[in-house]
């Protein structure tokens, strides 16, 4: 309860100080593009969606940080639906990819490498298989 009443505190205080610089018509589309930018980006969340999976499949994150990256990118969006400057700066700073991975490696103690060079490892692997041909001994021939 306590940090809901902090919240709604720093949200009053800021949207009165930037809608006053701002002005009130400004305050207004502010509001409507961002609920916009919001719905465009839950709308579109299937090229997020496949982007992380691309890096849980070169092993750049694991399953714990798949999901939070994805929780992220949903609560941001949500957020730049709500009205009010400061949810819009929070929505927008979880889009990035940048400051999501810092907050779910803040958690997470183990680092992964990641591995980007897929084709070149799967070469690697290919060095020790020898290509053979077997000939059935049952053929027949007319």
Not at 49 to 54: D, I, K, M, P
Request: with cysteine; net charge neutral.
């Amino acid at each position: 309860m306590i940090y809901f009443l902090i919240y709604l505190f720093l949200e009053v205080i800021i949207f009165v100080n930037i809608s006053s610089a701002i002005g009130g018509l400004a305050t207004f589309f502010e509001i409507i593009i961002s609920a916009f930018l919001g719905l465009i980006i839950l709308i579109n969340f299937k090229a997020t969606l496949t982007e992380n999976l691309r890096s849980v499949s070169y092993n750049c994150i694991d399953l714990r940080q798949f999901q939070s990256l994805n929780l992220f990118t949903i609560l941001g969006a949500i957020l730049l639906i709500l009205p009010g400057f400061l949810t819009d700066i929070i929505g927008i700073l979880l889009q990035f990819s940048v400051f999501t991975t810092m907050l779910v490696n803040r958690y997470n103690i183990k680092s992964n490498k990641c591995n980007t060079k897929y084709e070149k490892n799967n070469r690697e692997k290919d060095i020790d298989v020898i290509d053979v041909e077997i000939i059935s001994d049952n053929s027949t021939s007319k």
